[in-house]
């Protein structure tokens, strides 16, 4: 999968490896294709804080939200006719 924002510089902030989203009962394609859509709105959003931040904690913690969105928009698009 192609990434939607590249990862940030690094910082003294350990960088957890984040697991992958599976889903014990899979959200319908409608439910996918919405919270797809909120994700990836809420991703530039966030984007565009940590482009606005300076380095420091604030900055380390909207990289680690956007990895965390990031991982969600990718299992849901496993279950979606979106292409990513």
Known sequence: ????????????????D???????????TE?????????TLTVQQTYSV???S???PQRDAMAMNIRLLCRMV??????SDLPI
Request: proline fraction near 17%; glycine fraction near 4%.
């Open 1 to 16: 999968m192609k990434m939607l924002v590249p990862d940030p510089p690094s910082s003294s902030m350990p960088q957890l």
């Open 18 to 28: 984040i697991p992958g989203f599976s889903f014990i009962t899979p959200p319908s």
């Open 31 to 39: 439910q996918c294709d919405s919270l797809v859509h909120a994700l």
């Open 50 to 52: 940590l482009l606005d």
């Open 54 to 56: 300076e380095p420091g």
């Open 74 to 79: 990718s299992a849901l698009a496993d279950h």
